[in-house]
């Protein structure tokens, strides 16, 4: 910091305000950008990765309760690691140091978002967010091959921006969720933007991003995808002037839900948990024959809440999410205090056959507590909740709709979606997300303005 304000004595514009004049610029085409670069210790890296001396600088530019917070949590994660590797030494100890750095450079974007103004990154990232999302569309269309690609019995998202691989691609949810987070980053440049090509270039960017989120069949980007566009409306709803423009949302999400539909596997994937449950539901519902009795008519077929009430079922239906989860809390209850030492599955049990040593647990929060233990996830929980209690305090009705649709991205994705992976935890979606919480702290409750 002291570097920084010497170097301000020699200008007369703030530090914050020159700050303000890059890191908008900077920070949007760096996040909105995740083309694969060399990888570190057998970890992919991104462009995000070149704003790490940024972000240590703005963990440091402003020293409070926050700060404090995320810093003993760091401090905490290692004292985990060095114990975990002298109890129960597994070879790893560099990989599980890189693997609590990782972790904690998602979260560190949140302090470099309180050094950058929200809406004008929120401008920028739009034009940045479609000039990536239209290639990848671009190039599915004309292919012709679906987005969920299965490569040597494993799946990937098919994402190749101008013959560039992305990042995180295997999986399909470490880089489907940026993408759900880019179409809410577009909705607010149509909503809110005076320009009309970034209106026009955004709409097309929306459709794009709605074709690749249902094309990629996972089941809870489209869950997110969902919640964002409700949310969406009932900001709208508040705001007659925005109906027009809403329009143009709705167009978007007519092109590329066929034109995603078109261009899954089998188009099956993502309906089976609906499906399965429809059928519970109707055996549980009376019989239109009998007298209103809950049992079901005696010529129905045998209730298929049977087969969901299975375990092994259950874990078919979620892709192995409950074995994986049954796994991590079991390792997380065998050493509470220290968790695995940031290892992956392994390090307490063999585990099960087909769970890849890279796996994680799935859920957020639990992976937090199952790394780290309670020695690193209770001041990293703290840290969170600091970070939610200081900057989500503006009323939804009274802001810009770049600040609006930023806070629905950000409580969709440390919401429902934490409950399904751990996104906060990747370097791209992750990082994202982490940022526009921190930049809320510039949103100073704006007034919606009228869009003409």
Not at 35 to 55: D, K, Q, R, S
Not at 179 to 200: E, F, K, M, N, Y
């Amino acid at each position: 910091m002291a570097v920084w304000q010497f170097i301000d004595t020699r200008s007369k514009m703030p530090a914050l305000e020159r700050a303000n004049k890059i890191l908008p610029l900077l920070t949007s085409v760096a996040l909105s950008f995740p083309i694969a670069l060399p990888a570190v210790l057998g970890y992919e890296t991104n462009p995000a990765f070149l704003l790490a001396p940024l972000v240590a600088w703005a963990l440091f530019a402003k020293w409070d309760a926050v700060a404090v917070a995320f810093v003993v949590a760091g401090v905490a994660g290692l004292v985990s690691i060095l114990t975990a590797a002298l109890l129960y030494p597994d070879g790893r100890l560099l990989k599980d140091i890189l693997s609590l750095t990782l972790l904690m450079f998602s979260a560190g974007f949140f302090f470099l978002g309180r050094r950058t103004d929200l809406e004008r990154f929120m401008k920028f990232a739009a034009v940045a967010s479609a000039v990536f999302l239209i290639p990848l569309a671009t190039r599915i269309l004309i292919t012709g091959a679906p987005v969920r690609l299965p490569i040597a019995g494993l799946l990937h998202y098919n994402a190749v921006w101008l013959n560039l691989p992305t990042f995180a691609s295997f999986g399909v949810n470490s880089a489907v969720h940026l993408t759900v987070i880019q179409a809410a980053i577009v909705c607010a440049a149509i909503l809110g933007s005076r320009q009309r090509w970034i209106v026009a270039l955004s709409t097309i960017a929306l459709g794009s991003a709605v074709l690749l989120i249902v094309g990629s069949e996972s089941r809870s980007s489209i869950l997110a995808l969902c919640v964002i566009f409700t949310a969406t409306a009932a900001y709208i709803s508040r705001h007659r002037y925005l109906w027009r423009r809403s329009v143009l949302i709705l167009v978007a999400i007519a092109v590329g839900l066929p034109l995603g539909t078109a261009n899954t596997r089998d188009g099956q994937r993502a309906t089976k948990l609906v499906a399965y449950v429809a059928s519970a539901i109707k055996q549980a519902l009376p019989s239109e024959r009998g007298s209103g009795s809950l049992m079901p008519d005696k010529a129905a077929p045998s209730p298929d809440i049977n087969k969901i009430s299975s375990g092994r079922d259950i874990n078919k239906i979620s892709s192995g999410r409950i074995a994986i989860l049954k796994l991590a809390s079991r390792e997380f209850l065998s050493s509470p205090v220290i968790g695995t030492g940031f290892s992956p599955f392994g390090r307490y049990e063999r585990p099960p056959e087909g769970v890849l040593l890279t796996s994680t647990s799935h859920i957020y929060y639990l992976t937090i507590f199952w790394k780290g233990g309670l020695l690193f996830g209770i001041p990293f929980i703290v840290f969170i909740v600091l970070a939610f209690a200081r900057n989500l305090r503006t009323r939804p009705w009274r802001i810009s709709p770049e600040t609006a649709m930023a806070t629905i991205a950000v409580l969709t994705i440390f919401g429902p979606v934490s409950f399904t992976y751990d996104t906060p935890n990747v370097p791209a979606a992750g990082a994202l997300a982490f940022f526009l919480l921190g930049a809320m702290e510039t949103v100073r409750s704006h007034q919606t303005r009228n869009v003409t």
